[in-house]
């Protein structure tokens, strides 16, 4: 055990944290917003070009080559900074890691470097209306016919959909096929013609999720992910990620403590009771920052992220939920006031929704409970 | 920045856990419940004879000079035994507080010939059948060597108490640190506390996996595995918490940070085997209520564990102070 930053780990900090301070591009809309996706889209261009988009990609896909812990050293300067957040964080988090995986060469080069710079802006189509928590009994057909796939069926809760360039999906290739087989994974372009797509307002208000109608859409058999049949496999392959710490570094969420630590120390008489719980949500932060840390030791002696992922997720959610509520306590009856400086009140109301998506949290306890405790499943 | 314990660390770990698989099993601890000074017969001398005792002794004076980083994994393990000794008293606090002192009873503390407990706040004594005491007076530590107390029955059979009542010999231990004391005894406590939640839950998933009702194991229905993955969470989100701090305490200069540290390790563990113990008596059901079945020798582990060396509110206040609110 060595918990020392090493002086290049130091310089690597101070490094990004200058970048961040001198190219803070200050408050820009929200990405769930068709005007203020593209400000998002902007602000991905502004660090591609600097080279901070995706720092633990290899160089010649637009990243720096960062390890691990420079990567998380990264995330922690880049929510502490209060720069906006990633629109782009669907592709480079989820899609990405599948891309590097199962991806061919084609397809890492062709999509890797445009998703680096924003040019495309990726969403998730993989619920239906039908299918949320049990993915394996998604219905969207789609069928060869030449080298395309015809694709018929519906798709919900995509977020930013509307707005996005493309769109990872899974769809069934054989609809003889039970359940988890005959699954495919297919990287749909957003003007595909047939597909239709329809945004819903969130609990906001925002039109950050869409639905999807495919109506005999055409997709070039070439972009599918991972070989025809193999969809189960490679989407199991990206949830490992969107639970994990890809999606959501300690970073975010350190950053949120000490917002919320300031926040409290800033309020006289403070009840020691909602002193308790600031200084619970703060110490559950560096619980999930410590985790990560143990893991990435892991990770970076060869080992591979497991079910317990899904611990994390189940901890991240929560935690983000608390840090949240827990602030707008602290701001009593002007908590509920809606103006543009009140930004714990959307990340409360966003936060509200870390327990459903990325597999329910009741659907990752179970996960815990069967593979990484062992008990019997039924 | 590399955030995992050594081979050689996990060696040593698994040689003491074998041990006291081998030497404190749970009728070993129940028998001690009957002894006059309610030890497990051999024990003491055997973790000497590992080096157990000496982890914190510096080796100019026969120890092994290592750190808490070293020891944390090894009071986890005691905490996973039930061992009823007061081994985190002797071996995480008062054998390094006589090595600072530079006082004689070390080379008896480490050799296993002397058992040393605490008395750092409060009048409380845990292991009062104990050789010494290191007592915090005022802004300094002290080796009682002869004391009066009044025994007391703890709900933790394992744990004999004593209420101190009067101290008639005493030696100053000059250039030890009460808070620093008092930080490795928390520290301790928590790694204790990892290792009786770990024990309450592995001991948990086995019976709800043997036990049918319905015609299925109980451990199939969803309301048990979610109170089970709930402990397993909390757990892992506390263990790295006690890693760290134990390693603030050893390589941390500033005792604000130490102590920060420290309280952030003991909250959450705290909170953690509260849980456990929680989780583990209702998922057993009735057999975990009875004095008979083994399962209690962790709970009350738990329960005072828990409260021992600062209690989650203790140690919230702390870490509040710390962080300025
Ligand atoms: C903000 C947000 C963004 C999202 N973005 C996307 C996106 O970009 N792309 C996309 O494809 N999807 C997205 N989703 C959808 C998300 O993946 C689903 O909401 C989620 O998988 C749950 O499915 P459901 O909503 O149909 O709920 P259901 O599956 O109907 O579940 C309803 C309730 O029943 C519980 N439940 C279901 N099955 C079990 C079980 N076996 N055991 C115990 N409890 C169970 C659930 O936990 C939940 O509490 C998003 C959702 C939200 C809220």
Redesign the interface.
Known sequence: ??????PQ?VAFRDECRQWLTDNHPGRIGSMDTAIGFEEHRAWEKVLFDAGWSVPAWPSVYGGCDCDL?EWLIYEEEYWLSGVPGRVSANGVSLLAPTIFNFGTQEQQDFFLPRMASGEHIWAQGWSEPEAGSDLAGIKTKAILDGDDFILNGQKTWCSRGAFADWIFCIVRTDPEAERHQGLTYLLVPAETPGMERRPIGRLDGEPGFAELFFDDARVSAEHVLGGVGQGWAVAMAAAGSERGLSLRSPGRFMAAAERL?AL??NVTD?DPRL??E???A???A???R??T??M???L??GDEIGP?AS?GK??WSELDLELHATALRLMGPMGEVAHAGNDWLDGYVFALSGPIYAGTN?I???I???R??????? | MKFSFTDEQNMFRETVRELFADRCPPDAVRQSWDNDDGRVPGLWAALAEMGVLAVLAPEAAGGLGMNEVDLVRILEEAGYAGVPEPLVEHVAVAVPALAEAGHAALEAAIAGDSTITLNLSGEVIVGAAADAVVHRHGDTLQLVTEWQADEAASIDQSRRLGVLTDITAADPLDGADPDLAFDRAALGTAAQCIGVARRLLEATVEYVAERHQFGKPVGSYQAVKHHLANVKIALDFAAPLVYRAAWSVAHDDDPAARGRDVSMAKAQASEAVDLAARQALQCHGAIGYTFEYDLQLWLKRAWTLAAAHGDVRFHRDRVAAAIGI
């Open positions: 055990m060595n918990l020392d930053l090493a780990y812990i630590r409290a120390a403070l002193r308790d600031v200084v619970d703060w110490i559950k560096q619980a999930y410590w985790n840390y143990q990435a030791a892991d970076m002696e317990e611990e189940v901890f009741e990752q306890r179970n815990v409970a069967e990484v405790l062992g008990l019997p499943r039924r």
